[in-house]
Structures are given as C-alpha cells and as structure tokens.
Nanobody, 122 residues
C-alpha cells in the first residue's frame, strides 16, 4: 500500500546539520500521520518526531527538541527531518514511518522505510 524510502544521511561533525528526506509511493502523506525513528548500534529503536497528516500537530522526543524540525509536503509526498546542532549521540540509522490510524498522537506505525545512516563525529 505504501512504500517509504529515506535519503540524506551521511557523515557530519558535531554541531553540523543534515536534512533527511522520505519519499512515499502509493497513498499520499495527507492520508497518514508520519514519524521519524532512529536506532543506534546495539540500541533499541526510539521515537524522534511525528507530524499529523494536516501538519497541525507535531511531537518531538525531548532529546531532539529545539534541534530537529519535522515537516511534510502532501503534494510532493515527502517527509523531511532537518537536524541541526548534531551531537555524536545522534548517530543512528534513521527511519521514516507512516501510521494508518486517525488518532493523535499515533499509537502504532504501520509502514516503515529501510533507513538511512547518520554518523556524527566528535
């Protein structure tokens, strides 16, 4: 039903910035709440940020609040994560995800991308 592909990851020094993108095929982003998650080596996957289908509701993990910005374009079927003031602890594989349920905040994400690597050096 929905295919998600992340891009934009790479290697950056601490304090730098990266912008991740998630391209969706199938249903447009207007039909789903969307989110970003990340998983560091040897760690469990954790929530980063989410945005409602309308764009009117946004949640951030405390660890990224004030540094990361989630945004989406319904017409372009893209989800973005602008990451500023990056820290070594932000190093992880970043995944975008889509939630089918209409409730906010989403309780379950149903579709997942394959991830893009972000590495922050000290």
């Amino acid at each position: 039903q929905v295919q998600l592909v992340e891009s934009g990851g790479g290697l950056v020094q601490a304090g730098g910035s990266l912008r991740l993108s998630c391209a969706a095929s199938g249903r447009t982003f207007s039909s789903y709440h969307m989110g970003w998650f990340r998983q560091a080596p040897g760690k469990e996957r954790e929530f980063v940020a989410s945005i409602s289908w309308s764009g009117g509701n946004i949640n951030y993990a405390d660890s990224v609040k004030g540094r990361f910005t989630i945004s989406g374009s319904n017409t372009r079927n893209t989800l973005s994560l602008q990451m500023n003031s990056l820290k070594p602890e932000d190093t992880a594989i970043y995944y975008c995800a889509a939630a089918l349920g209409p409730s906010w905040p989403p309780q379950r994400f149903d579709y997942w991308g394959q991830g893009t690597q972000v590495t922050v050096s000290s």
